[in-house]
């Protein structure tokens, strides 16, 4: 969570309201009500929500992750972290990761939340290769996927990454150590920041590390500047936060649906036999196009025009409030009508 000041103009005060991602939401909208003192508290303000997550809620119950290297195909494998909120007991590695075992050495795609949990990752990859991290590829600038940068970057690894995805990094990295510390504690310490030593300006580029082939897309979904690889010699793609499965997508103040429906369509035309989402199984392009690609496309032709028609927005939430073919997914409750919310009020001031 960050404090952002928002300025009501000379006659009012500024007053710090808190904005939470999308995980954090999740997180405290869980809690209904509570019980103190035999009362009853209900969290009821935008305000309330933010004290909640400052404190790093989580289940009390939640089991300790340990990272676990998958074979996607071939030299590919993935490492798919748990769908619910950052915790001590995930050490942030709440988002899915991968990794290419190369004759030269592994190539990392995103590195972890933390030094402490890109050790962790380190030790996912031992289970598959004894060769060393030579390079760590950032698909985009959530915490858990950069802020591990150092830790490989201190061991001889080669960071990469996209010009728009660096410069997203550095407008959030304060915040997001600050956020992280509440969720994870100590776990953060010895993390520093490192930006990529090889920054690609262009939107898409072709490279090969050794010896294999990468082709980088930029996609500006979740985040400005987040990206998707695509291992053409082995058909897969590492979507990044494009592509979420069994849990339901966050639309945040940063992210952008109309970039994101069209990342997708490029997507399609790679036709890859794998695909391993930001979050979620390792899955295909059928369950991709389902529980994501589907669901951009809702957004667009029925909240977002609605909200070029200047029908009502209450009305149109309402509308659209359980659509039958989502509301299966994880944090589809807490999450779907806070998207609905940003879709709107972004077609309606950007038609």
């Given amino acids: ?116 949990s890109a050790a962790m990752l380190e030790q996912a990859i031992q289970k598959v290769t004894r060769q060393p991290v030579r390079w760590v590829l950032n698909t985009g600038s959530q915490d858990h996927r950069w802020l591990g940068n150092a830790y490989f970057a201190a061991k001889g690894a080669q960071v990469h990454a996209m010009a728009a995805t660096v410069k997203t990094q550095k407008v959030f990295a304060e915040q997001q150590i600050l956020s992280l510390s509440r969720f994870v504690g100590d776990q953060m310490k010895g993390t520093q920041v490192q930006h990529a030593t090889v920054v690609h300006p262009a939107t898409e580029v072709s490279l090969t590390l050794g010896g294999v082939q990468l082709q980088w897309i930029q996609t500006n979904a979740h985040y400005p500047g987040d990206t998707m690889i695509h291992v053409p010699s082995h058909a897969v793609v590492l979507t990044g936060d494009l592509v979420y499965v069994d849990r339901l997508l966050g639309v945040l103040p940063q992210s952008n649906v109309r970039y ?85 009020v972004d077609f309606e001031s950007n038609p």
């Fill in 1 to 116: 969570m960050s404090i952002q000041w928002i300025d009501f103009g000379q006659a009012r005060p500024q007053y710090a309201v808190p904005v939470l991602d999308e995980q954090t939401v999740c997180a405290v909208a869980r809690l209904k009500e509570m019980k103190m003192n035999g009362k009853r508290i209900f969290l009821c303000t935008p305000l309330a929500l933010g004290l909640w997550a400052c404190m790093g809620w989580a289940q009390a119950d939640e089991a300790v992750y340990v990272p676990r290297p998958e074979q996607v195909n071939g030299p590919v494998y993935a490492i798919v972290g748990p769908l619910g909120q950052r915790s001590q007991a995930n050490a942030g590695l709440n988002a899915n990761y991968g990794f290419v075992v190369t004759p030269q050495g592994v190539i990392l795609i995103d590195s972890g939340a933390s030094a402490h």
């Fill in 260 to 344: 994101a429906s069209q990342a997708f369509e490029r997507l399609r035309t790679l036709a890859p036999r794998h695909v391993v989402p930001g979050h979620g199984r390792v899955t295909d392009m059928a369950q991709a196009q389902k529980e994501t690609g589907d669901y951009y496309r809702f957004l667009i032709t029925q909240v977002g025009s609605a909200a070029r028609n200047m029908e009502p927005m209450s009305e149109t939430l309402d509308t659209h409030a359980a659509p039958a073919q989502f509301k299966h997914l994880q944090n589809f409750d807490e999450l779907h009508r806070a998207n609905m919310n940003r879709v709107f």
